[in-house]
């Protein structure tokens, strides 16, 4: 299991590998407390396939935080229950809603969607639906950081890295030596990965959503409170 992280300088940085059996939500938590132990605070998105352990965790670590459905898993989901005939045009039809410039207006063009596809693959269109909310999160956060955040292509090519290296070898001594030879493949892989712009205007905006998220949170959970909006005479002007 690995995570990776996009900083608030733009750089790419490997943050864990650690060895499990299978993605449970035990097994993810472990892996969370620990990077939280170590000092990482609460990102203001989280970008995983729908592995159900994985999301149970991120959601239980980071309640504050958005979490973003990878797109590029979600969409093979979807094409996969359609016959060839319409792949195309359904693929281009569901990336329409995805790709839109707000959640408003994605939800807007989903409904267009669902009418016009429901009767024919009525299973391709409830994969569609499910968990909606989450594949349109990142519309929340900088349109330039979009590609980066919206699919886990980082890790999974990382993960290719590591089954490039890793197949050659018919079997390792002990658990520390697989472990060390998929951490040494990815940390290498790191190590060329490009960071992203990332501008003041960009901190501003996430400095926003991450205090929205910590409203909505504090909302959900009944702690709301009432701004108290105060003003400095300034020169005649009232500044809050």
Same mark, same amino acid.
């Given at each position: #299991?690995?995570?990776?992280? @996009?900083?608030?300088?733009?750089?790419?940085?490997? !943050?864990?590998?650690?060895?499990?059996? *299978?993605?449970?939500? %035990?097994?993810?938590?472990?892996?969370?407390?620990? !990077?939280?132990?170590?000092? +990482?605070?609460?990102?203001?998105? #989280?970008?995983?396939? =729908?592995?159900?352990?994985?999301?149970?965790?991120?959601?239980? #670590?980071?309640?504050?935080?958005?979490?973003?459905?990878?797109?590029?898993? *979600?969409?093979?989901?979807?094409? =996969? /229950?359609?016959?060839?005939?319409?792949?195309?045009?359904? /693929?281009a039809d569901v990336?329409?809603?995805?790709?839109?410039?707000?959640?408003?207006?994605?939800? +807007?063009?989903?409904?267009? @969607?669902?009418?016009?596809?429901?009767? @024919?693959?009525?299973?391709? #269109?409830?994969?569609? +639906?499910?968990?909606?909310?989450?594949?349109?999160?990142?519309?929340?956060?900088?349109?330039?950081?979009?590609?980066?955040?919206?699919?886990?292509?980082?890790?999974?090519r990382s993960i %290719?890295?590591?089954?490039?290296?890793?197949?050659? @070898?018919?079997?390792?001594?002990?658990? *520390?030596?697989? !472990?060390? &030879?998929?951490?040494?493949?990815?940390?290498?892989?790191?190590?060329?990965?490009?960071?992203?712009?990332?501008?003041?205007?960009?901190r501003t905006r996430?400095?926003?959503?991450?205090?929205? +998220?910590?409203?909505?949170? &504090?909302?959900?959970?009944?702690?709301?409170?009432?701004?108290?909006?105060?003003?400095?005479?300034?020169?005649?002007?009232?500044?809050?």
């Amino acid at each position: #299991m690995c995570l990776w992280a @996009i900083c608030g300088d733009g750089r790419k940085r490997l !943050l864990d590998v650690t060895r499990g059996n *299978k993605e449970s939500r %035990e097994a993810w938590l472990e892996v969370l407390r620990d !990077l939280v132990s170590r000092g +990482l605070r609460a990102p203001v998105l #989280m970008t995983s396939d =729908g592995a159900p352990g994985l999301t149970a965790a991120l959601e239980e #670590m980071f309640p504050e935080a958005l979490r973003q459905r990878c797109l590029a898993h *979600k969409v093979r989901n979807i094409t =996969g /229950k359609v016959n060839d005939q319409d792949l195309a045009q359904v /693929k281009a039809d569901v990336q329409s809603a995805y790709y839109a410039a707000n959640q408003d207006v994605a939800l +807007l063009v989903a409904d267009a @969607i669902v009418k016009k596809w429901q009767p @024919i693959y009525p299973t391709a #269109m409830a994969s569609f +639906l499910d968990d909606f909310e989450a594949c349109v999160a990142y519309l929340r956060c900088p349109p330039t950081h979009a590609k980066y955040i919206r699919t886990t292509n980082l890790a999974e090519r990382s993960i %290719e890295e590591e089954r490039r290296r890793t197949k050659t @070898i018919p079997r390792f001594f002990d658990e *520390k030596s697989g !472990l060390k &030879l998929c951490y040494a493949a990815l940390i290498r892989a790191s190590e060329r990965w490009q960071r992203i712009t990332i501008s003041d205007f960009d901190r501003t905006r996430l400095a926003a959503v991450r205090e929205q +998220l910590h409203q909505e949170y &504090l909302a959900r959970q009944g702690k709301a409170t009432i701004g108290v909006k105060s003003a400095t005479k300034t020169g005649g002007t009232a500044v809050a």
